[in-house]
């Protein structure tokens, strides 16, 4: 079955260090994206790729890096200059077509202490 | 501002009866889409529907529907015939511009909490 991959589901961390988080699917999509969630909140953009090897920044860019070297990959960075990193993180793609709705991954909650 | 409105943080409903969630937008693009996502206690967000801002009919999908509103520019989401694995959190999300010329990526609201009672 196709699909989108997160993993972990939980990471635990210690304060100052960087730590990826995996993203991969098999669903032949074009565009992936990284999200987080707060308690409470919706979700917030990361960063966006539309291609490979290219992406840009969302809303909430700073402190994350992304790559984007296959189709099928989107690992997130968080770096310890993200000044509050713990969160749920929760990757997504979708065809690059009109009405096409963003597949979520399972996410991954980061504890960072 | 913000883009996606979702002005009722929780909602109770009975078990087989119907409930509405609230969505309100706020965009100047003439072309949008409107989604609704489901998101259980598990984490995984599940998409619902879509309502293209073109769209003639009120977008259905199976006990789901879509009660959309242009000129108000409201999207509310109807579930019929509530079930107890219908409890979650429900999350309204947009999309601006057509899809190759847009960033693609959706905006989301604060999201609804959905409870039913048995």
């Known amino acids: 079955d196709g699909g989108i991959t997160q993993s972990p589901k939980y990471l635990f961390r210690k304060e100052g260090q960087n730590v990826t988080l995996s993203c991969e699917q098999n669903?032949?999509?074009?565009?992936m994206y990284w999200y987080r969630q707060d308690p409470g909140q919706g979700l917030r953009l990361i960063y966006y790729?539309?291609?490979?090897?290219?992406?840009q920044k969302g809303d909430i860019a700073e402190g994350y890096s992304v790559s984007r070297e296959k189709k099928e990959s989107f690992p997130l960075t968080v770096t310890s200059a993200q000044k509050n990193p713990t969160a749920f993180y929760l990757c997504?793609?979708?065809?690059?077509?009109?009405?096409?709705?963003?597949?979520f991954g399972n996410g991954t909650r980061l504890t960072v202490t | 501002a913000q883009k996606i409105t979702q002005t009722q943080p929780g909602m109770f409903v009975q078990e087989k009866e119907a409930v509405t969630l609230d969505c309100t937008y706020d965009?100047?693009?003439?072309?949008?889409?409107l989604f609704w996502y489901k998101q259980p206690s598990s984490g995984e967000m599940i998409f619902l529907i879509y309502q293209g801002s073109y769209d003639q009919q009120n977008a259905t999908e199976g006990r789901y529907s879509l009660n959309f509103q242009k000129a108000r520019k409201s999207a509310n989401l109807v579930i019929s015939a509530s079930q107890l694995g219908d409890s979650a959190m429900y999350f309204c999300?947009?999309?601006?511009?057509?899809?190759?010329?847009?960033?693609?990526?959706?905006?989301f609201g604060k999201g609804t909490k959905l409870s039913v009672k048995p």
């Open positions: 669903l032949n999509h074009d565009a």
């Open positions: 790729s539309q291609i490979v090897n290219d992406f």
């Open positions: 997504a793609s979708s065809f690059d077509r009109e009405g096409s709705p963003l597949h």
């Open positions: 999300a947009m999309r601006e511009g057509y899809y190759g010329g847009s960033q693609g990526n959706l905006i």
């Open positions: 965009t100047s693009d003439p072309s949008y889409g």
